[in-house]
């Protein structure tokens, strides 16, 4: 399941340098998580970056994109492939 970032953003910047699939970035209003390239940081890190160093716990898992850990690693293997993610 990817994540996004709710009307609590305060638009501190913290998180978007520490994704490691570039997934983040300013939006219209506050900071927006693109689905298609948040892996939950499986396969880099134990647990979502953004999640931790977020100062306002302003993100949240997004039922929109639900997604198994399977899933998580075959989206990561594919952005790899693409040079997308480290
Ligand atoms: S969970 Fe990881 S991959 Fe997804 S937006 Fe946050 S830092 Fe990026
Ligand atoms: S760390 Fe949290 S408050 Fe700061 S920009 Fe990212 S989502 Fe918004």
Wanted: with cysteine; charged share 20%; aromatic share 2%.
């Amino acid at each position: 399941m990817s994540l996004k970032i709710n009307e609590l953003c305060i638009n501190c910047d913290v998180c978007e340098p520490v994704c490691p699939n570039k997934a983040i970035s300013m939006g219209p209003d506050i900071y927006v998580i693109e689905a298609d390239l948040c892996t939950e940081c499986v396969g880099h890190f134990d647990e979502p970056q953004c999640v931790s160093v977020c100062p306002v716990e302003c993100i949240d898992p997004d039922p929109d994109h639900p997604e198994s850990q399977e899933q998580l690693l075959a989206k990561l293997a594919q952005l790899q492939a693409e040079g997308a993610a480290p």
